[in-house]
C-alpha cells in the first residue's frame, strides 16, 4: 500500500511539475561591450583607433517556439564609444567618447540539448538603436588646454537599425528557470555618427572617421519562466 502511494505521489508530483512549464520566459541580462570605428576607415599616420569597453542592461523575454527554438524580444540600455590616440604624443594621446543609447531587438534562437539541464544555442536578429544622449554636434579636445587635436563628432542619424549575431552555453534549474553565458555581435546598416579629427598648426590637416555603432558583448542571462508565477488555485465546498 505504501509502495503504491508512492508512485501516485510521484507521478502526481511528476504531472503538476510539467503543468507549472511554460513556453514564456521574462528575465534580464547585462555584460560589457567593446567598440570602436569603423574597420574601413583610414587614419594619418600618426593615429590609431583603439577599441573602447563600455556595458549593457536590458530586459528580454521568450517564447519557447519548440524544445529546439525560441522568438526573443529585448529592450535595454546600450553604452558603446570609441578611442582615437596619437602615437607620435607623449602624453594626453588619445581621445575616448562614450556614446549611450536605448537598443531594441527581435530575433530566434536555436537550441542544441546535451541533457536535460544543459545547451548551447545560437542567435540572429534584428535590432533598432535610439541615440537620445548625443547632441547633435560636439567637440573634442585630447586635453584642456594647448590642444594638440580635436575630433569634430555630428550625430548622422538618430534612429538606425543592426543585425545581430551571437551564441550561448546555458542550463536550466529545477524549477525551469534558464540561464545563459552570451557572446553576440552587434553591427549596424548605417552610420551613427560622422567624425573629423583635425590636427596640425591651427588644425590645417584633418581627415574623416565614421562610428558605425558595432560592438560585441559578452554577459550573462537569466530568465524565470512565467510558469512558476502563476497561483494555485484552490476551491471550497461547503
Given at each position: 500500500?505504501?509502495k503504491?502511494?508512492f508512485?501516485?505521489?510521484?507521478l502526481?508530483?511528476?504531472?503538476?511539475s510539467?503543468?507549472?512549464?511554460?513556453?514564456?520566459?521574462?528575465?534580464?541580462?547585462?555584460?560589457?561591450?567593446?567598440?570602436?570605428?569603423?574597420?574601413?576607415?583610414?587614419?594619418?599616420n600618426?593615429?590609431s583607433?583603439?577599441?573602447?569597453?563600455g556595458?549593457?542592461?536590458?530586459?528580454?523575454?521568450?517564447?519557447?517556439?519548440?524544445?529546439?527554438s525560441?522568438?526573443?524580444?529585448?529592450?535595454?540600455?546600450l553604452?558603446t564609444?570609441?578611442?582615437?590616440?596619437?602615437d607620435?604624443?607623449?602624453?594626453?594621446?588619445?581621445?575616448?567618447?562614450s556614446?549611450?543609447?536605448w537598443?531594441?531587438?527581435?530575433?530566434?534562437s536555436?537550441?542544441?540539448n546535451?541533457?536535460?539541464?544543459?545547451?548551447?544555442?545560437?542567435?540572429?536578429?534584428?535590432?533598432?538603436?535610439?541615440n537620445?544622449?548625443s547632441?547633435?554636434?560636439?567637440?573634442?579636445?585630447?586635453?584642456?588646454?594647448a590642444?594638440d587635436?580635436?575630433?569634430?563628432?555630428?550625430?548622422?542619424?538618430?534612429?538606425?537599425?543592426m543585425?545581430?549575431?551571437?551564441?550561448?552555453?546555458?542550463?536550466?534549474?529545477?524549477?525551469?528557470?534558464?540561464?545563459?553565458?552570451n557572446?553576440?555581435?552587434?553591427?549596424?546598416?548605417?552610420?551613427?555618427?560622422?567624425l573629423?579629427?583635425q590636427?596640425g598648426e591651427?588644425?590645417?590637416?584633418?581627415?574623416?572617421?565614421?562610428?558605425?555603432?558595432?560592438?560585441?558583448q559578452?554577459?550573462?542571462?537569466?530568465?524565470?519562466n512565467?510558469?512558476?508565477?502563476?497561483?494555485?488555485?484552490?476551491?471550497?465546498?461547503?
Amino acid at each position: 500500500m505504501r509502495k503504491s502511494l508512492f508512485v501516485v505521489l510521484t507521478l502526481f508530483g511528476i504531472y503538476n511539475s510539467i503543468l507549472a512549464q511554460s513556453p514564456w520566459y521574462v528575465g534580464g541580462s547585462a555584460g560589457v561591450c567593446v567598440s570602436k570605428t569603423s574597420i574601413n576607415d583610414t587614419l594619418a599616420n600618426s593615429f590609431s583607433t583603439r577599441n573602447r569597453i563600455g556595458g549593457y542592461g536590458n530586459l528580454r523575454i521568450t517564447y519557447d517556439m519548440n524544445r529546439a527554438s525560441s522568438l526573443e524580444f529585448s529592450l535595454g540600455f546600450l553604452n558603446t564609444g570609441y578611442k582615437i590616440n596619437n602615437d607620435t604624443m607623449a602624453y594626453n594621446t588619445s581621445v575616448s567618447k562614450s556614446i549611450s543609447s536605448w537598443n531594441s531587438s527581435l530575433g530566434i534562437s536555436f537550441r542544441q540539448n546535451f541533457s536535460e539541464y544543459n545547451f548551447i544555442s545560437e542567435k540572429f536578429g534584428v535590432a533598432v538603436n535610439y541615440n537620445a544622449f548625443s547632441n547633435a554636434t560636439d567637440t573634442l579636445n585630447n586635453k584642456d588646454k594647448a590642444h594638440d587635436f580635436r575630433i569634430i563628432q555630428t550625430l548622422n542619424s538618430t534612429i538606425y537599425p543592426m543585425f545581430y549575431i551571437g551564441f550561448a552555453m546555458g542550463g536550466k534549474t529545477d524549477g525551469g528557470d534558464r540561464y545563459e553565458i552570451n557572446l553576440t555581435y552587434q553591427q549596424s546598416f548605417g552610420t551613427s555618427h560622422l567624425l573629423e579629427v583635425q590636427h596640425g598648426e591651427f588644425y590645417n590637416q584633418q581627415f574623416p572617421l565614421t562610428f558605425r555603432g558595432g560592438n560585441l558583448q559578452l554577459g550573462l542571462s537569466y530568465f524565470f519562466n512565467f510558469g512558476n508565477f502563476e497561483k494555485s488555485e484552490e476551491y471550497f465546498y461547503d
